[in-house]
């Protein structure tokens, strides 16, 4: 995992690049804007490896509290963006707003391996009361009674669960996620959808989840976004409300549609024989729906 973290938590960052050929970045701290309602404000970014333009001039508004998922082909350019909203890249051009307490967690955590999960949380922290606050970031993840392991002897849950309280102790006001479940067992992945939900809803940054995972996306996010060609090519608002379950007919038809937009044909679902109960976090099988 790599967690950014900068000093003014409150404050906004802004990175402005308008002349790509010859100007050098801009960035300055900004007051966070009061006049509007968005954490995270991309325009026109774009994001160039050699002659390959990965991102193209893409305009991006994220509100405070606000849970988005993006999806995308292998290779859109997800982690890109991600890496450019979390500060870990320089974009080539374009204007990116973004608060500066963020926090990011990777597909895999990347624990220091000669660090005790205490003090992985609290990495390159300079805080008071270090430990104090590292066992109530592990006590949100359900793993107080681990602060002492060693990276090695944690599960990979419980390992990704340390990442998460790495990026929780930080207090972000944006929380990037990059396909933090993806490498976990069906079963734990459920349990981390249930954990990330109850963490934004305790402390409500922004969330930008980068997933393969239709159901995923549809499941937790209150915005789903399609990257295509650098561009965020389509916004669908989930409106349903939550717990969510992936056998409800609107469910559906959201998966539907954007299984569609992202190229993905599949059988329609045969129509349910009863009408379906109360919804409930409802296991489903994930291999199907990604991409
Ligand atoms: N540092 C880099 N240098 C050159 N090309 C890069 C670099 N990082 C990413 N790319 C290229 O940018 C494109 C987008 O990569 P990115 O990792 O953002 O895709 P992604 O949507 O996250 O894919 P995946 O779903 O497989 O994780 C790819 O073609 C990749 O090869
Ligand atoms: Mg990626």
Redesign the pocket.
Known sequence: MQTIQLDLPGAHLRHDVRNEAGGRPQVQAVPNPVTTDTQVRARQLTKR??D?T?LDQLDLDIRPGEFVALL??????????LRALAGLDRITSGTLDVPQARAAVFQEPRLMPWKRAWRNVTLGLNIDQPRERANQALGEVGLAHRENAWPATLSGGEAQRVALARALVREPKLLLLD?PFAALDALTRIRMHQLILALWREHRPSVLL?T?DVDEAVLLADRVLV?EKGRIVSDIAITQPRPRSAERPEFQRVRAQLLQLLGVEIEAAPEPVAPVSTPVHTPFNFSNFSI
């Open positions: 490896f050699g390959n990965i995308g082909r292998s290779g859109s350019g997800k982690t890109t963006l396909e980068v393969h990257l």
